[in-house]
């Protein structure tokens, strides 16, 4: 069975600060899709980033990057000079795949609660 | 720039009334997903559909709920009869599949439900 494990389940920050997010993930798969979403106040869930298992390069996009180590099972979420604007219910998520092939079944980690104050 | 829409945003109902939720996917996707969030739970799957069919509603409390898919551009989730249990944020979201691409789903905005 997969699992994914957000273990802080709230993080308060001043804003400026770096912050990261923790993932680790479990399954038996040996390929398999993880990705990040982020669900701010108003509620909808945003996609913000996709990553299959073969590809542990750190991924950078703004202020937010990405860090997949498939020796440590974890895929942490950094968050470079944190804004209000970043506070939000970050989730993790892993991918089932039936041999190498995604059907798109997503299992979520219980989410990470991020308030960033002024 | 296209979206999942979902209607209505938030609903409000007395227990034993029917509700009904509805999910336009995104034009072109063909994997359509409904999921329930709740403080205690997290996030749920109740059911999901691939080119309409469903292929697993295992989440889905069956003797009360239900999903359909009429037509491509169209998805439903029937309660009947609510609960004040059934209170809950409800999401649809949207995908493609199987296959390169496949995975990343694109989530509406979500019922808001309260049963009284």
């Known amino acids: 069975a997969q699992k994914v494990t957000q273990a802080q389940t709230e993080i308060s920050v001043v804003e400026k600060e770096d912050v990261t997010l923790d993932c680790v993930y479990e399954?038996?798969?040996?390929?398999?899709?993880l990705f990040w979403y982020k669900q701010p106040p108003s509620g909808e869930l945003v996609f913000l980033i996709r990553?299959?298992?073969?590809?542990?390069q750190n991924e950078i996009s703004g202020r937010y990057s990405w860090n997949f180590q498939k020796s440590t099972s974890s895929f942490n979420f950094t968050i470079t000079a944190s804004q209000v604007v970043d506070s939000a219910v970050y989730f993790c998520?892993?991918?089932?795949?039936?041999?190498?092939?995604?059907?798109?079944?997503?299992?979520f980690g219980q989410g990470t609660i991020l308030t960033v104050h002024p | 720039d296209a979206r999942v829409t979902q209607t209505p945003r938030h609903k409000v109902t007395e227990m034993g009334q029917e509700v009904t939720m509805r999910c336009q996917p995104i034009?072109?996707?063909?994997?359509v997903f409904w999921y329930r969030q709740t403080m205690m739970q997290g996030l749920e799957l109740l059911a999901y559909?691939?080119?309409?069919?469903?292929?697993?509603d295992s989440g889905m409390p069956k003797d009360r709920f239900s999903a359909e898919m009429p037509d491509a551009t169209l998805a439903t989730l029937k309660i009947q009869p609510s609960e004040p249990r059934d209170s809950a944020v409800y999401f649809c979201?949207?995908?493609?599949?199987?296959?390169?691409?496949?995975?990343?789903?694109?989530f509406g905005p979500g019922t808001r439900l309260t049963v009284l």
């Open positions: 979201a949207s995908g493609l599949g199987p296959g390169q691409g496949a995975g990343t789903q694109y």
């Open positions: 399954t038996r798969d040996t390929t398999y899709y």
């Open positions: 990553r299959n298992s073969f590809d542990e």
């Open positions: 998520a892993l991918s089932e795949t039936a041999g190498g092939t995604s059907y798109g079944k997503l299992t």
């Open positions: 034009l072109g996707h063909n994997t």
């Open positions: 559909f691939r080119n309409r069919a469903p292929l697993d």
